[in-house]
């Protein structure tokens, strides 16, 4: 599924939610910065069941600092739904980020 992903983002298939936007000028991140994770990073959750389409944590990198993306995907249409973007933290995720603290 990531291939499809990248495809689509290479392809300028993405819709930036509003909430995305929003957290992403507060965090200092630029649209560049998430598709060049989305680009070199790996799924890390998968949440098929999720509506209206599957979404997927995606952990990439954001300059030096781990970076996480979710986003949704739209089969379909082949288009990605950029939810939310954050850098994650120890308190909620070990120490490689890709695992979540239980």
Not at 73 to 97: G, N, Q
């Amino acid at each position: 599924m990531i291939d499809r992903i990248r495809s689509a983002i290479e392809r300028g298939h993405v819709q930036w939610q509003k909430h995305s936007l929003e957290r992403m000028l507060e965090r200092g991140i630029t649209r560049e910065g998430v598709k060049l994770a989305v680009m070199k990073g790996s799924i890390i959750e998968e949440y098929k069941t999720a509506v209206p389409f599957p979404t997927f944590l995606i952990m990439g990198q954001h300059g030096t600092q781990a970076l996480h993306v979710v986003l949704s995907f739209d089969e379909a249409s082949d288009y990605c739904f950029i939810i939310t973007v954050y850098k994650p933290d120890l308190l909620h995720f070990t120490e490689d980020f890709r695992t979540r603290r239980k």
